[in-house]
Each structure stands twice: as C-alpha cells, then as structure tokens.
Nanobody
Framework: QVQLQESGPGLVKPSQTVSLTCTVSGGSITNNDYYWNWIRQPPGKGLEWIGYIAYKGSAYRPSLKSRTSISRDTSKNQFTLQLSSVTPEDTAVYYC???????????WGKGTLVTVSS
C-alpha cells in the first residue's frame, strides 16, 4: 500500500518561500511508471494542479511556473515543493499525490494547510 505524507510550515509570511516535503512509503519515487505531483485547494475553491516530478523531468502549471520548483531526494524517498514570493492567495491545503501514465491520481496524502499571513 502506497502512502504519502506532507510536511512543512503551517504559517508563512508574504514574500517568503514555502517548502513542503512529501514522504512516500510502500513504493519508490524512482519507479518510471509514475509522476509525483503537488496539488492545492484554496479555501472555498477547487483543486489546482501545481506540478510534478518524474524520471523524465518536471512540469509546472504555467501560471505558477516562475515561482515553483519541485525536486526529489531518492535516498529518502521524498519529493519537495518550493513556492517563492508567496502572497495570501497562496493560502491553501497542499496535497501530494501519485499520478499514473494517464495522470489519474491514484494515491494522495492527507494534505497540509499553509496559511500566508503577516
């Protein structure tokens, strides 16, 4: 059974960089069959895909691309999201998820709330 767990700060100040880590168990992030995603849900809004990292590289939502970086640590079986220059509009529950070749998200973490406020 694959499990994903997000971790990171719950509160960050505007203009700072937020770093979130997803720890994966029950499966390897080096498995070439899968994409490792970050997705968020702002309060009262729908899910918003942020980006993924996979064996062939990474991809990002165009509107967030200039502020987003996703990296991985294969020795720890973790992947990390960094989102820079945050504003209150980046306040959301952030999820990590495993994506299949058809980009169906088959396993999700429970999510972590990030609040951007001074």
């Amino acid at each position: 059974q694959v499990q994903l767990q997000e971790s990171g700060p719950g509160l960050v100040k505007p203009s700072q960089t937020v770093s979130l880590t997803c720890t994966v168990s029950g499966g390897s992030i080096t498995n070439n069959d899968y994409y490792w995603n970050w997705i968020r849900q702002p309060p009262g809004k729908g899910l918003e895909w942020i980006g993924y990292i996979a064996y062939k590289g990474s991809a990002y939502r165009p509107s967030l691309k200039s502020r987003t970086s996703i990296s991985r640590d294969t020795s720890k079986n973790q992947f990390t999201l960094q989102l820079s220059s945050v504003t209150p509009e980046d306040t959301a529950v952030y999820y990590c998820a495993r994506g299949t070749a058809t980009m169906r998200m088959d396993y999700w973490g429970k999510g972590t709330l990030v609040t951007v406020s001074s």
